[in-house]
């Protein structure tokens, strides 16, 4: 697998730049199993950005990382691999279906890491065609946490596809949150991640959303710092949460969560304030 490493995290302005001009052409070839590998071998976090993060998230401070920080450390080398002339799919426009971290242990939060990014293979879907892009950290050598991100490129489709989903879940509310207006940005300056969709009115209604909508792993990090608040997570852990009605901001809505085990696994979701859209379901399964 042809390999590309960074002394330094990736520039997200010219990313975004290369983003928009990948997204008016062709890829330049087919892609295979053998595709691109990004690393970053010696990431450090940056404790500002860290306090930032945990306060538009709710997650509260500690010697650890919280459990979906790394794939901020990641996204950049994310951006990278789906702006490269490789990459087979147009980046803006791509839909994010579901997430899934694994915590092998706790991440301290001085510790130095290395980061490596690829792309799994493609799979057909009705609406077109998924792939997952995931991500990998190592802390001394030692893997500490891993993240399949899976995401949906739009296309004719393939009707009798089989799509991998969470069970229905129905969660009683637990809390109630009211999202601002500005989350999306507020959320977009601690993770780097500006999809026009997530920042205004004007910019979410050019690509057909009514108004901008909430980051999904925004979402799915303020159920895990609600769940952290309510009774702890786990050292190890695997929590994978799929990302069903997008989030309109402003909003009002309604997140509930229960244990599901003596183990300790948790399952959550987040509806409307009505509850009769569900905008993520998510289970929690200690290792």
Known sequence: MPTRRYDDSPGLGSLYARTVKATLRKAEYEPDNDGLMLELPRARVDQDHLSTYREVTGFSSGPALPVTYPHVLAFPLHLDLMSDPSFPYRPMGIVHL?????????????????????????????KGTIFDVLSEVRADGE????????????????????????????????????LRANLGRRYAAASGDRNPIHLFKLSAQAFGFPRQIAHGMW???????????????????????????????PSRVQFGQRRSGSDGAVDFALYDEQQTLTHLIGQLQPR
Not at 115 to 125: D, K, L, Q, T
Not at 155 to 177: N, Q, R
Not at 227 to 240: C, K, M, S, Y
């Open 98 to 126: 579901s997430n899934t971290i694994t915590q092998h242990q706790p991440i301290p939060v001085h510790t130095e890491l290395a980061i490596r990014v690829h792309s799994g293979p493609e799979r057909p879907h009705e």
């Open 143 to 178: 893997l500490v946490w891993t993240d399949s991100t899976t995401l949906l490129s739009r296309s004719s489709g393939t009707p009798s596809a089989h799509a991998d989903l969470l069970p229905e879940l129905s969660v009683e509310p637990t809390a109630s949150w009211d």
């Open 219 to 249: 979402a799915k990090a303020a159920a895990l710092a609600s769940i952290e608040r309510a009774g702890g997570l786990p050292d190890a852990f695997t929590v994978r949460v799929d990302f069903r009605k997008p989030l309109l901001l």
